[in-house]
């Protein structure tokens, strides 16, 4: 006797039981003993399970502040920049707070090599004369700070692009830096002196993305401004903006993995590491990754919980960092952290 459409053989025979033809062997899987984990099922619980993983940090985030700091390789591949932008758009929608700040320096590299003037940098900082800062402010407002707000507001109307110079968010002094004991003298180069949190306060309570563009007016000892504008490495602007907002987490995306404990050697790659060991580790590190290690260390000791620097060349890395256990690079983390 034929089954009837509806029988329970029909049903049996449509999910593969033994007997049928299928493999008898294929792992079960829910409550079904007869459906069989085959490829949209197995598909199917990978995606519920980082769903599932994501739940404790959405719960962890959700009204808090995160700074992101965007640059590297994601700010010249297309693929990756869109990517970042969508990244951004879903932590704003799961009701985290971002804020990002940007630097541009292959952009900045590009339009001096155009106008045939050669970058130069010591102790991992770009020497910036008058000339250079002029050019840097035009790139880092004008170009990158526009294609990113651009980016994310493909998405909604969510970003809203501005300098360290609007509402004297950031202000400087200028800063050197010490190579082989020797002080260099960096020209229009800053060290944030303080940070104005009003505009940003008013940009996030209304539901906004600020884009931040790492540049700040000077001020003199007295804090009256000189006039000039001087060029703030986004690692430091970053990680001065996260103490003064209170973040929860700081995020810097880089072209590399991560920090390593014996580079070259790529087995050694830090993945968490105590605030108080990095501060050991960091004379012993490169040049280039000296500011990056010194902006992770102050924004823990000021006050953010954990600060990650991540391979900004993995397309969602931010997500995957700030959603999941693992992360995808090395977190620094406050010694009281828990």
Known sequence: MNPTPN?????????????????????????????????????????SEVLIEAMPWMQRFRGRIVVVKYGGNAMVDEELRRGFAADIVFMRLAGIRVVVVHGGGPQINAMLERVGKESTFRGGLRVTDAETMDIARMVLVGQVGRELVGLINHHGPFAIGMSGEDARLFTATRRGTVVDGEDVDL?????????????????????????ISSIAPEVDADGNPTGDVLNINADLAAAALAEGLDAEKLVMLTDVEGLY?????????????????????????????IPKA??????????????????????????????TTKGVGTMVRRDDYV
């Open 7 to 47: 029988s329970p053989d029909t049903a049996a025979a449509a999910d593969g039981a033994p007997g049928t033809g299928s493999s008898a062997d294929a792992p079960l899987v829910g409550k079904n003993p007869l459906a069989q984990l085959d490829a949209a099922r197995s598909e199917a619980r990978e995606k």
């Open 294 to 323: 010194e902006a992770l260390l102050g924004a823990v000791d000021a006050g953010v919980r954990t600060a990650a620097m991540i391979d900004g060349r993995i397309e969602h890395a931010v997500l995957l960092e700030v959603f």
């Open 261 to 289: 404990r014996d580079w070259p050697d790529r087995a050694s790659l830090i993945p968490e590491i105590s605030a108080s060991e990095l501060r050991e580790m960091l004379p012993g590190l490169t040049a280039g990754m």
């Open 187 to 211: 020209g229009h180069v800053g060290a944030v002196g303080a940070v104005n949190i009003d505009a940003i306060s008013d940009l996030l309570e209304s539901g906004r993305i600020p884009v």
